[in-house]
């Protein structure tokens, strides 16, 4: 494959950026340039969101139907392009095939759904306590919205923002991850190609600086974000500050608490999914894993058996569990965390910072690592495929310690006991629980998003979604002629 050269796409233009170069590179090849092209410079940010606010009306006006009917065609031009992009995206980002695959049809599912909102109830009718009157709560866009996603998922979590931005009838300027631009450029064609008209969605592929001058922007009416901790917080706080609503989705620490009543079966298979998988680059990644002690030593001898034989090396390869990771400062930084843990006296029971992996590229062996205590490999986010264990006596020490975190994205509960499963469900202080399946993992027409720091502002997807891409106006209505 070569080199794709990548545009910004303002007010229905195709442009070349004004700004520095930018070049994206395989992590597994790190000397190949996926695409390349040139970053869209600050005067590009404006024309776009001056395009989007010029759009803004007529699109708003636009039957929601319509609205709809573009998010179903851009559909099925990526249904129809799922196998390149999905390898576009294995190569560019790092997953496997079968996952950039399954990413690139996630994106249509959700334009599928969110497409339906055109078809679904506009608003609600309540009862009046005055005779005569009807009392309506109807639903606006925004208006022009920023939209900052991340490079894990590079089609799925774009597509999770805008198609609902739109079919609520926003306009939005969209700046994808730097990192990883050719699937952006991919899902911006797709609805461009869906008859989108020119302003209502802009892309602009630059530098972390585009986002705040994005969020700082009087033009920009409210953010949607995806992406680090440090981040979300630094944007949302700039959104509040313009008092414009902000949605960030955040960091994790998610933990897998697997009870001493669990199917330890279907219990191994899922920790090894969620803490595995797309080499642990999720934010609903399990990085935690709590086992109760009565089966922790057989457990954790087969768990560890298990991530020694997964097969890390270039995930376009058939049989290959987990691909590098983003960066070779990703690495490293993973790498060292595990490392200091280990240096502090944590227990490597598989994989580690010198196992072997493949040279060429960012890999990171799959790592099992078993703690007694407290520590930053406890509490950070290392965004990566290490997984940390410690022990719990009982239940309720367990579901203590799953809680143990700042973050509440995410969890997965393993066992067959209908009281502690409801237990957890009370108990587990997360946005999204799994009870005998892996913690990762998001449908289209549920709520996403996270409690604690994980998540700031409205959920995502589903009908979710809506709240944070409109606001309602509450219409008491009544006749114009004087009741008798
Ligand atoms: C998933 O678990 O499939 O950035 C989705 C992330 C999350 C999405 C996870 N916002 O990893």
Same mark, same amino acid.
């Given at each position: ?42 005067? $590009? ?63 249509? $599912? ?7 909102? +055109?078809?679904?109830?506009? %608003? ?7 005779? +005569? ?14 939209? !900052? ?44 190609? +869906? ?8 892309? !602009? ?5 585009? %986002?705040?001058?994005?969020? /700082? ?41 697997? #009870? ?9 298979? $899922? @920790? ?30 087969? #768990? ?5 034989? #997964?097969?890390?090396? /270039? ?13 070779? %400062? ?38 099992? @690592?078993?703690?007694?205590?407290? %520590? ?27 809680? /143990? ?23 587990? /202080?997360?946005? !999204? #629980? ?51």
């Amino acid at each position: 494959m070569s080199s794709i050269e990548l545009k910004n796409h303002i007010d229905g233009v195709w442009l070349p950026g004004t700004g520095a170069p930018l070049e994206s590179s395989s992590p597994t090849r790190p000397g190949f340039v996926v695409a390349h092209g040139r970053q869209a410079g600050p005067e $590009q940010l404006e024309q776009a969101v001056a395009a989007a606010r010029r759009a803004a009306a007529a699109w708003a006006a636009t039957p929601a139907q319509s609205r709809g009917a573009v998010l179903l065609r851009a559909a099925a031009v990526i249904e129809a392009n799922a196998d390149a992009w999905g390898a576009e995206l294995s190569l560019e980002e790092g997953k496997t095939l079968p996952e950039g695959r399954g990413e690139v049809l996630r994106a249509a $599912q959700v334009l599928r759904y969110q497409a339906a909102e +055109g078809e679904r109830e506009a %608003g609600t009718v309540h009862h009046s306590p005055r005779a +005569g009157e009807q009392i309506l709560v109807t639903r606006k866009p925004l208006g022009v919205v920023g939209i !900052v996603t991340p490079f894990n998922f590079p089609i799925a979590i774009p597509a999770w923002k805008i198609a609902p931005a739109l079919v609520h009838g926003n306009t939005v300027v969209w700046k994808p991850a730097s990192t990883v631009p050719l699937l952006a450029f991919r899902l911006a064609q797709a609805l461009q190609e +869906g008859g989108l008209p020119d302003g209502v969605l802009n892309l !602009v592929i630059g530098p972390g600086a585009l %986002g705040d001058i994005l969020v /700082d922007h009087p033009e920009v009416d409210g953010l949607s974000f995806t992406g680090s901790t440090a981040v979300g917080r630094s944007l949302a706080a700039k959104a509040a500050a313009r008092g414009v609503p902000v949605q960030a989705e955040m960091g994790g620490k998610n933990a897998a608490v697997v #009870l001493s009543d669990a199917d330890q079966d279907l219990a191994l298979e $899922q @920790v090894l999914l969620g803490a595995f998988r797309s080499s642990g680059q999720k934010c609903t990644a399990t990085s935690r894993l709590i086992i109760q002690e009565q089966i922790a030593d057989a457990f954790l001898e087969r #768990l560890a058996a298990r991530v020694a034989a #997964l097969h890390t090396g /270039d995930p376009l390869e058939d049989g290959v569990d987990l691909g590098p990771v983003i960066s070779d %400062g990703a690495r490293k930084s993973i790498q060292g965390a595990a490392r200091a843990a280990i240096d502090a006296g944590a227990r490597l029971l598989a994989g580690g910072p010198d196992a072997r992996v493949p040279e060429t590229g960012h890999f990171v062996a799959p790592t099992l @690592v078993e703690i007694d205590e407290d %520590g930053p490999l406890w509490r950070d986010e290392l965004f990566g495929p290490v997984l940390t264990v410690r022990r719990a006596a009982t239940v309720e020490d367990a579901f203590a310690l799953a809680n /143990d975190s700042e973050f509440g994205l995410s969890a997965a509960l393993f066992t067959q006991d209908l009281t502690h499963a409801l237990e957890g469900l009370e108990g587990l /202080d997360v946005g !999204v #629980l799994h009870v005998n399946s892996e913690s990762a993992g998001a449908d289209p027409h549920v709520p996403f998003g996270g409690a604690k720091k994980s998540g700031y502002g409205p959920k995502e997807q589903g009908q979710a979604a809506r709240e944070f891409f409109t606001h309602t106006t509450t219409v008491y209505l009544q006749g114009g002629k004087a009741r008798a």
